[in-house]
């Protein structure tokens, strides 16, 4: 028989209000957001888990309900389609052989391309912006969800304002409706563009988007058949669109009958949308994927997680199911479930860039420094906003570590902390100062005399920064660093405590 300690619950009943203090309120923040401050912690920690829950998804109906950054900065039109006077000029200047037209023509598209490239680029340091200085953090993680979910890249799609209106897309429904999103997909420009439906069309159907809405998006494989991704794409074939709006080309849809997952008739889209969520698989699909986001990856079999994890997961499908696909209701008691908070499933997942960067910033609360430098590093770690590797998403788990993408990620971390690059430091280094005293205050309050105490300090840091107490031999490190720093608590050594928690394997998780 397994250990005691080994066996995980798999009660979906809400934590004790007893049971939920500042470590239980720490992964809350963490899962369900991009950590917080000590402040935020021990105000979720005063609340309670309910109040604290209940705030996290506390979140508008609608994308940009908060004013910045403002995504009017965004051009609609670079990569929009040649006029017809365009189109006239490259068919007269083809027929006539006069390259002087066709090179201007090719120059005026080659510099759209690179307008566009830079967008992008704009585009991620807005994103990033949104995920630092957010008030609902759970919005901003739930899209980030979703992008690796319904996986688009803009490598594939090259139109930026696209790949923007997708990413509003996922804001607007992050804790809706599924089935309204799933609805929204097959209307998405960047979508349709990325998985070729805009190639579809009655007599020459094109599968892509019909197999992956089944085997990626809603049912995961084994749970339809070929038979039904060939009349899924029957049903979808005319969903295309006409520079940056979704349209239907009725001409092109093959309004044959039709039979998909048991279900017969001259379907549409929609219908092939109702079909899928119609089958129980679905919500417990969904379930899943969000399960193995903010509670377990599960990727370790060592784990002692695997069969009350399977439960949990029927369990919150059957939830989302109960709720007609609205995601609030499975979120909220996921969220507040025992299992949520069993010691397996904290500081059980390796952050991803984005959450190690983000994290790093909003619960050390260090200057941002330089967006363009966190993008890079990102990418550089295996996570580029708007270029996810392939229709499947990233990969998520041990994925993320390697002996290059460490290196990154302390880098990034010191970056943060210090201004320090490889190569230099950054130019506002001297001025963008980091004071990390500020993350003491709480300490101070809670127990008086204590921010002056180096065991104290270093103990509380490590609590704050690892989720759990130090090991002998790390406490043995600190004790050793602070003694060797004149054993007194100042911004320097606390700078120099934080620049060695954040280098421990522990720190890597979340």
């Given at each position: 028989?397994?250990?005691?300690?080994?066996?995980?619950?798999?009660?979906?009943?809400?934590?004790?209000?007893?049971?939920?203090?500042?470590?239980?309120?720490?992964?809350?923040?963490?899962?369900?957001?991009?950590?917080?401050?000590?402040?935020?912690?021990?105000?979720?920690?005063?609340?309670?888990?309910?109040?604290?829950?209940?705030?996290?998804?506390?979140?508008?109906?609608?994308?940009?309900?908060?004013?910045?950054?403002?995504?009017?900065?965004?051009?609609?039109?670079i990569m929009r389609p040649p006029t017809e006077e365009e189109r006239r000029m490259y068919r007269e200047a083809a027929r006539a052989q006069n390259e002087d037209v066709l090179a201007q023509l090719r120059l005026k598209?080659?510099?759209?391309?690179?307008?566009?490239?830079?967008?992008?680029?704009?585009?991620?340091?807005?994103?990033?912006t949104r995920m630092i200085e957010t008030p609902r953090p759970l919005e901003e993680k739930l899209t980030l969800f979703w992008h690796g979910h319904f996986a688009t890249s803009y490598r594939t799609?090259?139109?930026?304002?696209?790949?923007?209106?997708?990413?509003?897309?996922?804001?607007?429904?992050?804790?809706?409706?599924?089935?309204?999103?799933l609805f929204?997909?097959?209307?998405?420009?960047?979508?349709?563009?990325?998985?070729?439906?805009?190639?579809?069309?009655?007599?020459?159907?094109?599968?892509?988007?019909?197999r992956e809405i089944m085997e990626l998006f809603s049912l995961g494989v084994g749970h339809y058949t070929e038979q039904d991704i060939k009349e899924g794409a029957r049903a979808l074939t005319g969903y295309t669109f006409e520079h940056n709006d979704f349209t239907f080309s009725k001409g092109q849809h093959d309004e044959g009958a039709k039979r998909i997952l048991g279900q017969a008739g001259n379907m549409d889209g929609d219908e092939f949308v109702k079909a899928i969520l119609a089958q129980r698989q679905c919500s417990r699909y969904i379930a899943g994927k969000l399960y193995r986001f903010f509670v377990n990856d599960l990727n370790d079999a060592s784990k002692p997680v695997g069969d009350a994890a399977e439960r949990v997961i029927d369990d919150l499908g059957a939830t989302l199911l109960a709720s007609r696909y609205e995601l609030k209701p499975m979120?909220?008691?996921?969220?507040?479930?025992?299992?949520?908070?069993?010691?397996?499933?904290?500081?059980?997942?390796?952050?991803s860039p984005a959450e190690l960067v983000v994290g790093a910033v909003r619960s050390l609360r260090t200057?941002?420094?330089?967006?363009?430098?966190?993008?890079?590093?990102?990418?550089?770690?295996?996570?580029?906003?708007?270029?996810?590797?392939?229709?499947?998403?990233?990969?998520?788990?041990?994925?993320?570590?390697?002996?290059?993408?460490?290196?990154?990620?302390?880098?990034?971390?010191?970056?943060?902390?210090?201004?320090?690059?490889?190569?230099?430091?950054?130019?506002?280094?001297?001025?963008?100062?980091?004071?990390?005293?500020?993350?003491?205050?709480?300490?101070?309050?809670?127990?008086?005399?204590?921010?002056?105490?180096?065991?104290?300090?270093?103990?509380?840091?490590?609590?704050?920064?690892?989720?759990?107490?130090?090991?002998?031999?790390?406490k043995r490190i600190l004790g050793e660093f602070m003694q060797t720093n004149g054993g007194r608590v100042t911004t320097d050594s606390v700078l120099g405590l934080l620049a060695l928690i954040t280098t421990m394997p522990e720190f890597q998780l979340t």
């Open positions: 028989m397994a250990p005691e300690q080994t066996q995980v619950t798999a009660s979906l009943e809400p934590i004790a209000p007893a049971k939920f203090g500042y470590d239980q309120a720490r992964h809350l923040l963490s899962r369900a957001g991009f950590g917080g401050s000590p402040e935020q912690i021990r105000t979720l920690a005063d609340w309670g888990p309910a109040k604290s829950v209940d705030h996290l998804l506390d979140l508008p109906n609608s994308p940009g309900a908060y004013p910045w950054p403002k995504a009017d900065q965004f051009e609609t039109d598209r080659q510099d759209a391309q690179r307008r566009d490239r830079q967008q992008v680029r704009q585009m991620q340091r807005w994103w990033l799609i090259e139109n930026s304002y696209h790949q923007f209106l997708q990413n509003q897309t996922f804001r607007a429904h992050a804790a809706g409706n599924f089935g309204e999103m929204a997909i097959i209307r998405d420009p960047a979508m349709l563009a990325y998985l070729n439906n805009n190639q579809n069309r009655k007599g020459r159907p094109n599968e892509n988007l019909a979120l909220r008691r996921m969220f507040l479930s025992q299992h949520f908070f069993a010691a397996p499933n904290v500081a059980s997942q390796i952050k200057p941002v420094r330089d967006l363009g430098i966190l993008n890079d590093a990102m990418d550089l770690m295996g996570q580029n906003l708007f270029f996810p590797p392939n229709v499947a998403g990233w990969a998520g788990g041990r994925s993320w570590i390697n002996t290059s993408t460490l290196f990154v990620r302390q880098n990034i971390l010191n970056f943060l902390l210090t201004g320090k690059t490889p190569s230099g430091y950054d130019p506002l280094a001297s001025v963008e100062k980091y004071d990390p005293q500020i993350l003491l205050a709480d300490l101070a309050k809670s127990d008086p005399g204590a921010d002056k105490n180096p065991g104290k300090v270093a103990d509380y840091l490590a609590r704050f920064c690892l989720g759990a107490d130090l090991r002998t031999d790390q």
